[in-house]
C-alpha cells in the first residue's frame, strides 16, 4: 500500500469525523504484519477496516485501544486519534417509530420507516407474487420484515426452491440495505416485462430482509450524524455496549477473530445466538429447509466470500468446487475479487460459516463498494447507490436461478476471469 492511499485515507476519515458527535475516542491504528497469523491475532480485538500484504488499519473505540496495546503491542505501528464519536444509546423504540433521517445529502438511503413503508406497499401493489412478514423482533422492538416473491401457488408447496438475501446486519453499512431493495424493485417492475425474471418468480421462492439489525442501523444516523455504530443495541441499566451480530452466530463460535470483551467491536455475545435477531434468522432458516442458497450483504472492499471463515482452510470437496464456481462467476459481472473468507483474517460466529457448518446450505457475503476507506468507505454517499445495485443484479439473478440445484454449476463451461 503506497503512502499515498494511506495519506488518502487519513484525510478521509478526518473528513469522516466531522460527522460524529463526541463521548468515546475513537483512534486510527495502523498496524504492521509479518505474517498471516498477526492478521489473524489482530481481528482478535477489531475489524480490520484496511488490509494491504503487510499492513493494516482499524478505527478504534478507546477499550479496544486499551486492549491492543496491552495485548499486541507488537503489531501497533502507529495509533493516531481522531475527533471523537459518541456510542450513547437512544430511547427504546415504542409505539410510533421515531422520524429519523441520514444526513445531509444522503437522504436517498432508506430509514428503516421508509423500509417498512416501501415493502408494504410492494405487498399491496403486487398481491399475488409478494407476501410480507416478519421473521422476529429486535431489541428495541422493531420488526425484522422480510418480504416474499413467489407465485401464491407456491406457497403450500414445500419443494419450490427458495434463497434468501439479507443485509445490514452490521449498523453503519447502510448501502447493504440498498442492494436488497433495489433487487426487491428490479424483480417487482420487470416481472411482466421479462420472461427469465416471470419464470424465477413463478418457479422459486425468493425471499429478503434487506434490514437484520435496524436499531443500530438506526442509531448510526440519530440526529443526522453518523457514528461508526457497528453492533446491535444491547444495552444494561442505559449503559449501551451491543454486539457484533455477524460474530453471533453458533457454527465454531468464539474460536478466533471476535472479542470476549463487551466494549469491543467484535464482541460475540455472552454465548451463541445470545441476540433476538440472530435468533430470528436461525428459527427462520432452520423452519425453511428449502432454502438452498443464502446471501448476506455487507461493505466494504468489493469481495465475494465463502467458507470457511474460523479457520485457514477451504471446505473441500464438491462444495468447494461449487463455492469458487460460482464466486468466480460473479466477479465477472461485478470486479469483486472472489476468496474464502479466512484468506482476510479469522473470524468466527460468521452468519455463513454457520449457514454452511450447521445446515449445509451454501452461504455468500457480498462486500461491497467501494474499495476501500479514501473512496468512502462506510459512507460512500447516495451517489454511489444506483451504481451498486445495478452491478449486483447478474449475481443476485444466477443464485436465484441455481437455487434449484446450486451442484448444476459445475457442468456449466469454466470462466476465465
Known amino acids: 500500500m503506497t503512502f499515498k492511499f494511506f495519506k488518502m485515507t ?27 497469523e498477526d492478521r489473524d491475532l489482530a481481528a482478535r480485538f477489531s475489524h480490520l477496516d484496511i488490509l494491504s500484504q503487510n499492513t493494516g488499519k482499524a478505527i478504534v473505540n478507546s477499550y479496544d485501544l486499551k486492549m491492543m496495546k496491552e495485548k499486541i503491542p507488537h503489531l501497533i505501528l502507529e495509533a493516531k486519534p481522531l475527533k471523537t464519536t459518541a456510542f450513547k444509546g437512544g430511547p427504546s423504540i415504542k409505539g410510533k417509530e421515531e422520524e429519523i433521517e441520514f444526513p445531509q445529502g444522503d437522504e436517498k438511503f432508506h430509514t428503516y420507516k421508509e423500509v417498512t413503508d416501501l415493502l408494504k406497499k410492494y405487498a399491496r401493489d403486487f398481491p399475488t407474487i409478494t407476501s410480507l412478514s416478519s421473521i422476529g423482533t429486535t431489541i428495541q422492538g422493531r420488526s425484522m420484515w422480510a418480504l416474499k416473491l413467489t407465485n401464491q401457488k407456491n406457497l403450500r408447496n414445500e419443494k419450490v426452491p427458495g434463497i434468501i438475501f439479507m443485509g445490514t446486519h452490521h449498523a453503519r453499512e447502510h448501502l447493504s440495505t440498498e442492494v436488497p431493495m433495489g433487487l426487491i424493485k428490479h424483480l417487482l417492475t420487470n416481472y411482466e416485462k421479462d420472461p427469465a425474471i416471470k419464470d424465477l418468480i413463478d418457479s422459486r421462492e425468493i425471499i429478503i430482509v434487506p434490514m437484520i439489525n435496524p436499531d443500530g442501523a438506526m442509531h448510526d444516523i440519530k440526529g443526522r450524524r453518523y457514528k461508526m455504530w457497528r453492533k446491535n443495541m444491547r444495552k444494561e441499566r442505559n449503559d449501551l455496549y451491543g454486539v457484533d451480530l455477524n460474530r453471533n452466530y453458533g457454527y465454531k463460535w468464539g474460536t478466533g477473530g471476535s472479542s470476549s470483551s463487551r466494549r469491543s467491536d467484535v464482541f460475540m455475545g455472552p454465548k451463541p445466538f445470545s441476540e433476538p435477531e440472530t435468533i430470528a434468522v436461525k428459527d427462520f432458516l432452520e423452519e425453511n429447509e428449502h ?11 468489493e469481495l465475494i466470500l465463502y467458507p470457511w471463515g474460523h479457520k485457514n482452510a477451504g471446505v473441500g470437496g464438491k462444495d468447494q468446487k461449487v463455492f469458487e464456481k460460482m464466486a468466480k462467476k460473479m466477479s465477472s459481472w461485478t470486479g469483486y475479487k472472489p476468496q474464502r473468507s479466512s484468506d482476510l483474517y479469522i473470524a468466527s460466529g460468521d452468519t455463513c460459516d454457520w449457514v454452511y457448518g450447521a445446515l449445509k446450505k451454501f452461504c455468500f457475503t457480498f462486500e461491497l463498494t467501494p474499495k476501500n476507506y479514501w473512496q468512502g468507505g462506510f459512507y460512500p454517499g447516495a451517489k454511489v447507490i444506483d451504481r451498486v445495485i445495478k452491478a449486483n443484479i447478474k449475481p443476485a439473478l444466477y443464485l436465484i436461478k441455481n437455487a434449484i440445484d446450486p451442484y448444476a454449476v459445475l457442468k456449466e463451461p469454466r470462466t476465465n476471469i
Request: no cysteine; charged share 15%.
Open 10 to 36: 487519513i484525510v478521509s476519515l478526518f473528513i469522516l469525523s466531522t460527522y460524529v458527535s463526541a463521548n468515546d475516542q475513537l483512534t486510527i491504528v495502523t498496524f504492521q504484519f509479518k505474517k498471516k
Open 291 to 301: 432454502i438452498k442458497i443464502v446471501l448476506s450483504y455487507h461493505t466494504f472492499s
